[in-house]
């Protein structure tokens, strides 16, 4: 069997990001390292033990290819990422307080309900809730 177990998100600044996705999102550290020359490595993942073996890299965005990347998925208001929550209402509200912007709150999107976030850091990130 083959599993997911690491998938990154190019980001413009690593530490601002990593402040970002544990302060506000709630994720905790999993790992973070210097690779030489400055080069940083962090990963977050779901806290409380939740999916243990799945991290998210929070790559660094510059570089020609990445920064592109990046920049044409968010003019296009396309989300980097989805992230799943239980209850959609309450997490925008919690979020919303949280100063976190959101270009398009919760509405019905086929078998889900959804909402766009604006991590800071140079994406949009989708929050999703099944339907029932």
């Known amino acids: 069997m083959i599993k997911v177990a690491m998938t990154g998100v190019y980001v413009d600044d690593v530490a601002r990001a990593h402040a970002f996705y544990t302060d506000v999102l709630g994720f905790e550290t ?26 998210l890299l929070l790559e ?7 920064e592109s990347y990046r920049r044409a998925l968010y003019e296009a208001g ?3 990422i989805v992230f ?18 959101f270009p398009h ?14 991590d800071t850091c140079g994406n949009l990130v989708q929050l999703v809730q099944p339907k029932g």
């Open 78 to 80: 396309i989300p980097c």
């Open 84 to 101: 799943s929550v239980d209850d959609l209402a309450a997490e925008h509200r919690r979020l919303s307080r949280l100063g976190v912007r």
């Open 105 to 118: 709150g919760p509405r019905e999107q086929g078998p889900v309900l959804a909402a766009v976030f604006d």
């Open 60 to 66: 660094p965005g510059q570089g020609p290819i990445a």
């Open 30 to 55: 999993r790992t973070s390292m210097d690779l030489g020359d400055g080069v940083p490595f962090v990963t977050v993942g779901a806290s409380g033990g939740a999916q243990p073996d799945l991290q």
